[in-house]
């Protein structure tokens, strides 16, 4: 059976929030913070997972190993605003067992 992982939130108001994440249901991180109501319906997330919008754009504050950034991902980041050296998309980042202890903190809303 596949494992659930450790990883830490941190909210758009400051709030860490540490969240025990399913590795078998093929989500990504952007539908875990939906799920765990971390942002208000409709401020995450608008695109649908597409990499269209970076609604779901995070700071990767842990030294997680992630996958490589696609071109979709680094061309909306590229338009984004409040982009750091660290930004991902949450979407783009599936939850996995090698996630385990991945923390990020939730850009501002645009």
Do not use: W
């Not at 994440?21 to 991180?29: E, V």
């Not at 996958?67 to 680094?74: G, R, S, V």
């Amino acid at each position: 059976m596949e494992q659930d992982v450790n990883i830490k939130i941190i909210d758009r108001n400051g709030v860490a929030h540490a969240i025990l994440a399913p590795t078998d249901m093929a989500m990504n991180l952007m539908e875990v913070v939906r799920s765990y109501e971390l942002a208000p319906e409709g401020t995450i997330g608008i695109c649908g997972g597409m990499a269209m919008c970076a609604s779901c754009q995070c700071y990767v504050l842990s030294d997680t190993k992630l996958p490589d950034m696609q071109d979709d991902e680094e061309a909306m980041l590229s338009e984004a605003f409040y982009v750091k050296e660290n930004s991902r998309l949450g979407c783009q980042i599936q939850i996995t067992p090698e996630m385990e202890g991945l923390e990020v903190e939730l850009a501002p809303e645009s």
